[in-house]
């Protein structure tokens, strides 16, 4: 059984670019998560989705970011017009329950 | 406003010893909590999970603990290897709050000397 799976796992992107990270959940899970890992800081929630619907979006920037987990295919968290400060570790996590959450390798971004 | 902490960026200790780490939070009244381990460039891996009915939890030679009189939980690693050098995080669920939304603390680097 694939763990939950993270491309690109590494991202370079000029400012002003987009950037769009993929997961694939485990197999028969239906809720995915975004993290944001800053160097020396902890995992921040971004959002939950589960699928064609967003759950909860409150630890996610109003502008620039967006996510979707559509009803096939990997979840995408689309960053436009990057910046600098956007350069981090992605993660993304799924569960098939709301405890227990599996996290993927992560996307390391970064924004020359 | 609402805090997790956890003790210390960093721990060194000698193989064959017991780590303690502690996670502490602050106005917070969690269904659960969890704890990860995390190795440099890759994504956390779940450990345990302990709920607030539960006292203590035990996996192999991990042990968990949880006060919600205190608002701490400790993580224990017995007979400690350089194997288990990581960072270690502790992570809550809030009741009420998102479901899913889990709130991360910064992590504590264990190091363990052969």
């Known amino acids: 059984n694939a763990g939950v799976m993270q491309n690109p796992r590494h991202l370079v992107r000029r400012r002003g670019q987009e950037a769009r990270l993929r997961c694939s959940p485990m197999?028969?899970?239906?809720?995915v998560y975004w993290y944001r890992q800053l160097p020396e800081e902890g995992l921040k929630f971004m959002v939950y989705?589960?699928?064609?619907?967003?759950?909860?979006e409150s630890g996610m920037p109003k502008e620039r970011f967006s996510a979707e987990f559509p009803k096939e295919g990997p979840s995408i968290l689309r960053i436009q017009q990057v910046v600098r400060g956007d350069s981090a570790a992605y993660f993304c996590?799924?569960?098939?329950?709301?405890?227990?959450?599996?996290f993927g390798p992560g996307t390391r971004l970064l924004v020359l | 406003s609402q805090k997790i902490e956890q003790n210390s960026e960093a721990l060194n200790i000698q193989e064959g010893k017991t780590a303690t780490l502690t996670c502490n939070y602050t106005?917070?009244?969690?269904?659960?909590l969890q704890w990860y381990r995390q190795d440099p460039g890759r994504g956390p891996v779940f450990l345990l999970l302990?709920?607030?009915?539960?006292k203590e939890k035990r996996k192999e030679r991990l042990k968990v603990t949880f006060d919600t009189t205190l608002k701490q939980s400790l993580f224990h690693i017995t007979a400690s290897q350089p194997a288990d050098s990581a960072t270690y995080l502790c992570?809550?669920?809030?009741?009420?709050?998102?479901?899913?939304?889990?709130?991360f603390g910064k992590g504590t680097k264990l190091s363990v000397k052969p």
């Open positions: 106005n917070y009244s969690p269904a659960y």
């Open positions: 302990i709920r607030e009915n539960e």
């Open positions: 992570a809550l669920r809030v009741d009420g709050g998102s479901q899913g939304n889990l709130i």
């Open positions: 996590a799924s569960s098939d329950h709301l405890e227990t959450q599996y």
């Open positions: 197999k028969g899970h239906s809720h």
């Open positions: 989705l589960q699928k064609e619907n967003i759950i909860d």
